[in-house]
């Protein structure tokens, strides 16, 4: 624990404390005249302890007003604590909102939209991270930026719908978004789970350049594609070969989920693979104003200055 005082130009006036002492200093030797005798004598003041008491109310009263200035002062006692800290993970979820996410292949009457985001919600439930929310088809857009607020996070992915955006996989895009949302997060660990049931099909930036712009960033990247092997077609080995690719890239891993039982597994190797960065500890520091206890102490010596003065000991006119 320190002392500081937060503004210290005060003090300055500390230097008007001698120059009052003296002009209050009475002029001539001190004396006091009494008469002879033994009773005289037995009454008599030595001079040390006569100029004590002459000078104790003057000194009571220079103390005070040096408790004012130090007030002024704002003095503040500064305690410094080791604080932990937990970073947690900032994940960034990219949707793929395109209209094939209609189809219902992975569950009776669901479609592949529906499933994601009732397994996003799971996962969500068992994790406290800073979530952010990318969706994109034809072009990629920042749904949600990165909060640790879990009610605004899974209301966020309970409104999504499909027609949000133009038809078409932006792929780059969505990967390119979320290296905006992700790049000046504090958090060491950083992914993307990228969930599409389409190959990139965005004319432009190149799925791999994305990738390589997450990597510098330090952003992983969990690529997830869903959907039955008979309806993904031909385009099925590009999305793969696509959706690997920036998985390696940047240290990440490609899953592929044909049913929700898959997908569930798949966020639960996820769920393990994000593992939260242990504690770090930070200094913090608290600082307590203790003004008043100055303020105080001022009163304290101006009522016993006057007392003393008042007294049987104080000074004799």
């Given at each position: 624990m320190s002392f500081e005082l937060a503004r210290p130009v005060w003090l300055w006036l500390l230097g008007a404390?001698?120059?009052?002492?003296?002009?209050?200093?009475?002029?001539?030797?001190?004396?006091?005249?009494?008469?002879?005798?033994?009773?005289?004598?037995?009454?008599?003041?030595?001079?040390?302890?006569?100029?004590?008491?002459?000078?104790?109310?003057?000194?009571?009263?220079?103390?005070a007003v040096a408790c004012v200035i130090l007030a002024l002062c704002q003095p503040q006692?500064?305690?410094?604590?080791?604080?932990?800290?937990?970073?947690?993970?900032?994940?960034?979820?990219?949707?793929?909102?395109?209209?094939?996410?209609?189809?219902?292949?992975?569950?009776?009457?669901?479609?592949?939209?529906?499933?994601?985001?009732?397994?996003?919600?799971?996962?969500?439930?068992?994790?406290s991270d800073d979530v952010g929310l990318i969706v994109f088809a034809g072009e990629a857009l920042t749904r949600l930026p990165l909060t640790r607020d879990r009610y605004v996070a899974e209301s966020a992915v309970g409104a999504l719908e499909i027609g949000l955006l133009g038809d078409g996989t932006d792929i780059a895009g969505a990967i390119a978004a979320a290296v905006g949302l992700l790049r000046d997060?504090?958090?060491?660990?950083?992914?993307?789970?990228?969930?599409?049931?389409?190959?990139?099909?965005?004319?432009?930036?190149?799925?791999a350049q994305a990738a390589r712009a997450a990597a510098a960033y330090g952003?992983?990247?969990?690529?997830?594609?869903?959907?039955?092997?008979?309806?993904?077609?031909?385009?099925g080995a590009d999305m793969e070969t696509v959706l690997t690719?920036?998985?390696?890239?940047?240290?990440?891993?490609?899953?592929?989920?044909t049913d929700v039982s898959a997908l569930d597994?798949?966020?639960?190797?996820?769920?393990?693979?994000?593992?939260?960065?242990?504690e770090t500890l930070t200094d913090r520091t608290a600082s307590t104003p203790i003004a008043r206890w100055f303020l105080l102490t001022s009163v304290v010596l101006l009522l016993a200055g006057t007392t003393l003065r008042a007294s049987r000991w104080g000074v004799i006119p």
């Open positions: 404390i001698p120059l009052w002492w003296w002009w209050v200093l009475p002029g001539g030797d001190w004396g006091l005249l009494i008469a002879r005798g033994e009773e005289a004598r037995a009454i008599a003041l030595k001079r040390w302890l006569g100029v004590a008491i002459d000078a104790m109310p003057r000194l009571l009263r220079a103390a006692s500064v305690r410094t604590y080791k604080e932990p800290v937990n970073e947690g993970v900032g994940i960034a979820f990219a949707i793929d909102l395109s209209t094939s996410m209609r189809a219902t292949d992975m569950a009776q009457s669901t479609t592949r939209l529906q499933v994601a985001k009732a397994t996003i919600l799971r996962f969500l439930a068992k994790r997060a504090p958090h060491r660990s950083k992914i993307l789970i990228l969930v599409t049931d389409g190959a990139h099909n965005k004319a432009g930036l190149e799925p952003v992983r990247i969990y690529a997830i594609a869903i959907g039955s092997d008979e309806s993904r077609g031909s385009s690719q920036a998985a390696r890239i940047t240290g990440g891993k490609y899953f592929h989920a597994r798949i966020y639960t190797e996820i769920d393990e693979l994000a593992v939260v960065p242990p």
